[in-house]
Nanobody
Framework: QVKVVESGGGLVQPGGSLTLSCLVTGSTLGFIAMGWYRQAPGNQRELVATIQSSGLKIYPEAVKGRFTISRHNANNTLLLQMNDLKPEDTGVYYC?????????WGQGTQVTVSS
């Protein structure tokens, strides 16, 4: 079963940048589709980026042009580069398979965008 551990969150000012990491075990990252998800207080968890095994990347409009998903196959690590962060990007960020598997959620990493 795929297991994940997210890291890299923190407090950043609007317009700042962060890079999140997700260490994946239980499968080879380059052979599976993965996604980054986030959950803001009071909201449902939402998808913010996906990467297919082919390398195809898809983003929702809310983050397109600001977020970049990538993977480091040698380290089996999924990354999310986030630029020009906005207060509405605040939330707990998770990685998981895409589509997600209930048993593969990690603890998430908190991202807070505030001045």
């Amino acid at each position: 079963q795929v297991k994940v551990v997210e890291s890299g969150g923190g407090l950043v000012q609007p317009g700042g940048s962060l890079t999140l990491s997700c260490l994946v075990t239980g499968s080879t990252l380059g052979f599976i589709a993965m996604g980054w998800y986030r959950q803001a207080p009071g909201n449902q968890r939402e998808l913010v980026a996906t990467i297919q095994s082919s390398g195809l990347k898809i983003y929702p409009e809310a983050v397109k042009g600001r977020f970049t998903i990538s993977r480091h196959n040698a380290n089996n690590t999924l990354l999310l580069q986030m630029n020009d962060l906005k207060p509405e990007d605040t939330g707990v960020y998770y990685c998981n398979l895409y589509p997600f598997r209930t048993g593969s959620w990690g603890q998430g990493t908190q991202v807070t965008v505030s001045s």
